[in-house]
């Protein structure tokens, strides 16, 4: 009883660290005087509710987007990551920024998060605000044949599965609704994902000395998503696991979009987007990975890094070639940079 209680406390400490990293992080950042929206031209229409009045205080988005921009924009729709469990829309404001002065009209969206709302509560509020973004998307100046559909770790995993839905039939109903809007997007920019929610014991099995304190990590976020047994799913855990869906080969009903792909080589989580990579080119996909030596889990977020630098540059070049923008900035991100 007394280990299974060292063993609780370990768990919550480490969980704790963790959560007042990164949101401490985003703090610091939205300090900084380039923070300001308005300093690079962009304006931000915060709490849009996507689920109707009635819905869940998370259920809402922000709207990211050049001042004085005339006719539509390339758009795109931003899912943050945190692991299922924590962070915010809120908290990733400078992806909204980021895209937005590139041109974008970015839809930078909430959902409700476990353990309090676990697996498929997220997955069915991206198809709500992608239902949303069909019928309302335009009014924001949005072009949605020029969508792009992006996100960072467990955002990463919920903006494929949200892209895999736009182009395979499923039985779910949240997923079906996803299809039948007709729009597919013309990229995805999922970054350092976790591909597969399941069955995290996967990665120490491959790696004996992976770090207990990560492995931790990685059993919060599969119990706290997917519950205690994640076979209690069924065949709808494809949509936590879309790596795994996609390694079964089957064919989708439209094609699938290219996808850019970018991680750190000392991302707990690389072989995902390895895998995940693979599974798209088997399927005859456009997926470019790019691995950035020596960096950490959602590294590019800290734009003062060359590597992170480089990776947005690598992100907006991928998009140019399959989503032209149109008029916007040049400058990069801007935040941190010389």
Not at 48 to 69: I, N, S, W
Not at 108 to 119: D, E, I, K, M, S
Not at 209 to 238: I, K, M, Q, W
Not at 311 to 321: I, K, M, Q, V
């Amino acid at each position: 009883m007394q280990h299974a209680g060292l063993e609780r406390l370990r768990r919550r400490a480490g969980a704790s660290l963790v959560d007042g990293i990164f949101r401490g992080a985003s703090r610091l950042g939205r300090l900084h005087p380039l923070s300001r929206p308005e300093r690079h031209g962009v304006e931000v229409i915060r709490d849009v509710r996507y689920a109707g009045d009635g819905g869940h205080e998370r259920q809402k988005l922000d709207v990211y987007r050049p001042k004085g921009a005339s006719g539509p924009l390339p758009a795109v729709l931003y899912v943050h990551g945190g692991g299922f469990r924590i962070l915010s829309k809120d908290t990733h404001w400078l992806m909204g920024l980021a895209f937005a002065r590139r041109g974008f009209v970015v839809f930078n969206v909430g959902y409700r998060l476990a353990p309090a709302h676990p697996f498929p509560a997220a997955v069915e509020d991206l198809a709500t605000a992608y239902q949303w973004l069909a019928r309302r998307g335009a009014s924001f100046g949005a072009d949605l044949e020029r969508l792009v559909v992006a996100g960072e770790s467990a955002g990463a995993n919920l903006a494929a599965g949200l892209a895999l839905s736009a182009s395979y039939a499923r039985e779910e109903p949240y997923a079906r609704a996803v299809f039948e809007t007709g729009i597919v997007p013309k990229a995805v920019a999922p970054a350092c994902g976790i591909f597969q929610v399941s069955d995290v014991e996967r990665f120490p099995r491959r790696k004996p000395s992976f770090p207990r304190f990560l492995s931790d990590r990685l059993e919060e976020v599969e119990r706290g998503y997917l519950g205690p047994d994640p076979a209690a799913h069924g065949a709808s855990l494809d949509l936590a696991d879309p790596v795994s869906w996609l390694e079964r080969g089957a064919i989708p009903d439209r094609p699938l979009p290219p996808f850019f792909l970018p991680v750190g080589t000392k991302d707990p989580l690389l072989d995902d987007t390895r895998r995940m990579a693979r599974a798209l080119r088997n399927l005859r996909a456009v997926a470019e990975d790019r691995y950035y030596e020596g960096e950490v889990h959602a590294f590019h977020a800290f734009v003062f890094r060359q590597n992170a630098r480089r990776c947005w540059d690598d992100t907006f070049a991928f998009l140019e070639r399959h989503v032209p923008r149109g008029r916007g900035s040049d400058e990069g991100i801007g935040l941190g940079s010389p």
